[in-house]
């Protein structure tokens, strides 16, 4: 199967490969034409004729006008929008397919596990699991879990080859096909982009990820998160919201789906109808959201209509509950039929895949049965169960439902052919083959490295540097520099923080280190004080995470403590936040406060340049610090 990155002009340019688990390499950045056969022909000429683009590009308008027609594999010229209709062929394969599946089958076709996909998953007893899933429960689909490139790719081609039908692989790329396969690469999470405000990074992050994803065999992504972040306490979406300004989240939201699904890779707009604004993880618990029905209009609903009005392929629910829009108490939006039928489906118009979010998080366990929520969920809208928490409880709790009519008939062949036209529209029906030559050349690329650390050096963000002290142009090679990392986490820590002290180890020689979590003990913390008294700079950096089961954000009261009281040194200090940004406003005396929305080696290279001088700061805030500065700041030097 041919991508369109066989054809991409590429340029190199000295930049960093951004690698899963913090590999690097020397890189190049990636440029290409998206090749859309929408564009209006007067639309191109008109560019022409009013000078707006240069002479040799207008000599060479007929050739890219041809590459904008779809050759007849790319993936593009596929009808990846749900509501555009299926070629014959493909239509006959769903038809055909669909006639030859017993109820118990149709069924399987509803759930989706989870396989974890590195190469210990390629034989013992979790393969023997993922064979039973597909052989004896006919699954339709797997969520590709934490694992490395080149056995991901191997254990998808194995679990394709039991199939019957063909497995639509699922994954959850947030942060690019780096955060879950170790060789890809990682790009920023939402926040970050949308510090750049340049929908284009958003785009190339779509277009990047997806071409990583659907080289291993990956065809639909959960991703872009389309929440609207505006409660600063929210333990779970945080950074993985493009932002607090509703247009600006369905701006970059619309601009990351195309640059998916012009790859051949669906994207998913979550947590509908929206889980911004919450102070509970639905990981430990169900969330209520008391917004009323003109305040979701507003805020929660219009980047999930633009994600619709864009084609997005699929729309992944939230396990909250939210009275206005449910009226029996407690019920979460998985489970609600008015939330998934009556809003979704036909108040917004979607006419794609709704998956519900992970099945065995507490919002669903602490009260449901397996097979009662796998069936709730189904009746209220939701086409396929995800995760569940027991694969044969949802599996027997549907087939039952189904055999007794509980589940009707005519909703089941609805899902079931939905599922299918899904697998068509994405070329399941023709091909499920990944090619392991294709797969090595893409992965020993370093464009694509290049792309995201352009898009990592973009976000980071001077927020305030009430001493003019950033960059730290003027500081000598003699001098002592300080290097504080904080870690909201009191285990060992194998990986955050270390590329930040090898950056700038790397662009200065007197780094001096220390670390400091919850459990650094007072006497350590006066140490440190005094040591900080003596040094000519500081560099304080906290690492703050959003994380499934964490529960909360922020810093332990020792941490705190010591932040305050470096705060009135009278010397150079920079203090950069990796994770979420909302800090500032417990420790308002921080005289510098550089953000990065993130807390990976890319991000910690980017705050290191930027810190040194070495790119300037360029990031803008995409959320508001209520009662400090509003989305837009940011200092530009």
Known sequence: MAFLSGRDSRRKAGAKEQRGNGDRGEGGLLFTLPLCPFVPLPLLFGACHNHRMTTSACFLLPILLRLMLPFPDDPVARPLSPAVPLDAEAQAWVDTTFQSLTIEEKVG???????????????????????????EL????????????????????????????????????????????????????????GATYDTNSAYETGRVTAIEARAVGIHINFYPVVDVNNNPGNPIINIRSFGSDPLRVADMARAYIRGSQEQGVWATAKHFPGHGDTATDSHLDLPVIQAGRERLDAIELPPFKAAIDAGVGAVMTAHLFIPALEPQKGLPATLSPAILNDLLRKQLGFAGLVFTDAMNMGGIVKKYKQGDAAVRAFN??????????????????????????????????????????????????????TETERLTKIFASDDHGGVAQGIMDRAVTLVRDEKSVLPFRGLARDKDLLLLTILDDPRPQETRGAAFVRNLRQRHPRIIHHEITPRTSPAEIQ???????????????????????????????????????????????????????????????????????????????????????????????????????????????
């Open 380 to 433: 209220a809208g939701a086409d396929v169960i995800l995760f569940p928490a027991s694969v044969p409880d949802a599996y027997a709790g549907l087939l039952a439902a189904a055999k007794s009519g509980e589940i009707k008939e005519e909703r089941l062949n609805q899902a079931v052919r939905k599922i299918l036209e899904t697998k068509a529209r994405l070329g399941l029906h023709s091909s499920v083959k």
């Open 527 to 637: 140490l440190i004080q005094e040591l900080a008294g003596r040094v000519d700079h500081v560099v304080i950096g906290a690492y703050v995470r959003i994380a499934a089961f964490k529960g909360s954000v922020g810093l332990a009261t020792n941490q705190m403590e010591l932040l305050r009281s470096l705060s009135g040194l009278n010397k150079p200090l920079a203090f950069v936040l990796f994770g979420s940004p909302y800090l500032l406003p417990a420790v308002p005396e921080i005289p510098t406060y550089v953000l990065t929305y993130e807390d990976y080696p890319g991000a910690e290279e980017a705050a290191a340049k930027a810190i040194l001088g070495e790119i300037p700061f360029r990031g803008r805030l995409p959320i508001s610090l209520p009662g400090f500065y509003e989305a837009g700041h940011g200092i530009q030097k």
């Open 109 to 135: 076709q509803l759930v989706f596990p989870v396989t974890y996909t590195d190469k210990a998953d390629l034989l013992g007893e979790r393969y023997k699991e993922v064979t039973r899933n597909i052989q």
């Open 138 to 193: 006919h699954v339709g689909g797997y969520l590709a879990f934490r694992g490395e490139v080149f056995s991901a790719a191997q254990l998808i081609r194995q679990m394709q080859e039991q199939a019957k039908v063909p497995l639509l692989i699922t994954a959850d790329l947030e942060g690019g096909a780096g955060l879950v396969l170790r060789g890809a690469t990682r790009f920023p999470k939402a926040m970050a982009i």
